[in-house]
C-alpha cells in the first residue's frame, strides 16, 4: 500500500531513530497519534521508545518479538523485545508497564500441517519461524484458523478466500508462500501512553 504508507526499507532504507518526523508532522504528512508503525528490524525495541513518544506514535506492531534468550541476532537476545521485558521486573520493565496502555499478541494465522508434507528448498526452516529451533510443534499456539481440520468449512472457506487474494499457494508449495505464513515471531500490537503535551515540544529535548 504506497498510497497509505510510508516504507523505509531497500534503498530506501533509514533508520526510525534518523527520520526527520518533525518536518513530516509539520508539513501534516502524517499524524502520529493516528499512525500505525509497523517494526521489522530485529533491534531491541525498548530503545525506539524515545523517539515513539517524542513525536507522538501511539500504535505499534512490533513483527520480531522473541521470547527471553532467543532471537534471529545478537540484537534480538539481548533482552529488549517487549515479550522479553514483559517476562521480568526491572527499573525498564516496570518503566514499560507504566508506559503502555495496552499490549496484545497475535497467535499464528494457520498450523503448519496446511502445508503438509511439501518439499521445498528452504531446507533450513526446519519449522515455522514462530517456532524457536529448540521448540516443538507442541508448543505452537492455538492458530486462528483451522483450515485443516476436517468439516471446517468457515475457516476453509475464509482461508482459501485469503490466499487467493494474496496470491498465496494454500498449500504453500512454494518458498514465497511458506515464507509469507510463516516465518514470522509472536507479532505484537501495543499502544504506548502520549506524553504530557509540553514534554514533547522540542525546545524539551535540546
Known sequence: DTKNATYFT???????????WASMISRGEIVPSRTL???DDHTYVFRRFSTLMRHGFRHIILEDNYRPGEGDTVQDKRGW???Q????????SEFLY???????????????AVGGEVE?????????????VNDTLDDVTEPILRPDIEGNLEDKDFYAKLTRELGINPRLEDDNSYLELMMY?????????PLAPHLSKDENWK
Do not use: W
Not at 521485558?85 to 525498564?92: E, K, N, S, T
Not at 503502555?100 to 497467535?107: D, Q
Open 98 to 112: 507504566r508506559t503502555l496502555a495496552s499490549y496484545a499478541e497475535f497467535p499464528p494465522l494457520v498450523p503448519p
Open 81 to 83: 523485545c517487549m515479550k
Open 120 to 132: 521445498r528448498n528452504v531446507h533450513k526452516y526446519k519449522k515455522p519461524k514462530y517456532l524457536h
Open 37 to 39: 508503525v509497523f517494526l
Open 85 to 92: 521485558m514483559l517476562g521480568r521486573v526491572d527499573p525498564d
Open 185 to 193: 515471531q509472536q507479532i505484537a500490537y501495543f499502544e504506548v501512553l
Open 10 to 20: 531497500g534503498k530506501d532504507f533509514k533508520d526510525f531513530q534518523d527520520v526527520d
